[in-house]
């Protein structure tokens, strides 16, 4: 799917992502990953992420039915913390007409470093089209191995939309362009706020796509 689009923090944001995600852990290991901890990992994706709590916590890597224990526990802390009643999340409403807008003209898929389940649970709160396909972070994948998944199920251009270095990282090393949302990635590339409009966003990926910048 060649136009890529991040989902945290790119589309939208969900407060206290990272606490329910300690909590999750907490249920299934006794207790919780200390924020010390959590601000140690290296990696960007569920699986990494976990992984390497997993390594800290039991001096183990994790294992797929571990990470498959911490999806469920995780979504279900979302569906209550998000669900009928609970919090909203904050939608980038102009960046999710933008992507609705680009998909009817393009194939557009998420690639996001939550896990499966917990990426489906979140695009469908933000009110995504159920028909964008989603790529959460799988076992023994950073997010690099993720975009290439994406990137490799149609032909070009390609592109990656992200929030945090970690995605510039990622569209360099795949050897497509970038686009920005926020001001957390510096450098040459295009960057919009998420408060931009539509139009903007669909004009952005237009141009990157004619000049491959």
């Known amino acids: 799917m060649p136009l ?8 939208g944001h969900f407060s206290a992502g990272f606490v329910l995600l300690r909590e999750a852990l907490g249920e299934l290991w006794g207790t919780a990953p200390t924020a010390e901890e ?10 990494e992420i976990v992984d390497e709590l997993h390594r800290m916590r039991f ?3 994790l ?6 224990a911490y999806e469920r526990a995780c979504v279900a802390r979302f569906r209550t913390t998000f669900g009928p009643g609970g919090l909203a999340p904050a939608a980038y409403a ?3 007409e933008g992507l609705h807008l680009l998909a009817a003209r393009h194939a557009v ?15 469908e709160a933000l009110g995504v089209d159920a028909a964008i396909p989603r790529v959460g972070s799988l076992p023994r994948h950073g997010r690099v191995d993720l975009l290439r998944r994406a990137l490799a199920e149609g032909p070009g251009p390609h592109l990656y939309v992200g929030d945090r270095p970690h995605d510039l990282a990622a569209a360099r090393a795949a050897g497509v362009p ?5 001001e957390a990635v510096p450098g040459t590339h295009p960057i919009l ?7 903007r966003l669909v004009a952005s990926v237009e141009t990157l796509l004619a000049t491959g910048w």
Request: overall charge negative; hydrophobic content about 45%; proline content about 5%.
């Open 4 to 11: 890529c689009f991040d989902l945290d923090g790119t589309l």
């Open 38 to 47: 959590l601000g140690r990992c290296a990696g960007s994706t569920d699986w």
């Open 59 to 61: 001096g183990a890597g």
């Open 63 to 68: 294992t797929e039915p571990g990470y498959a």
């Open 94 to 96: 102009g960046i999710l």
């Open 109 to 123: 898929a998420l690639v996001s470093g939550n896990a499966p389940g917990l990426l489906a649970f979140k695009a």
């Open 178 to 182: 970038f686009l920005a949302i926020g």
């Open 193 to 199: 706020a998420p408060t931009d409009g539509a139009e």
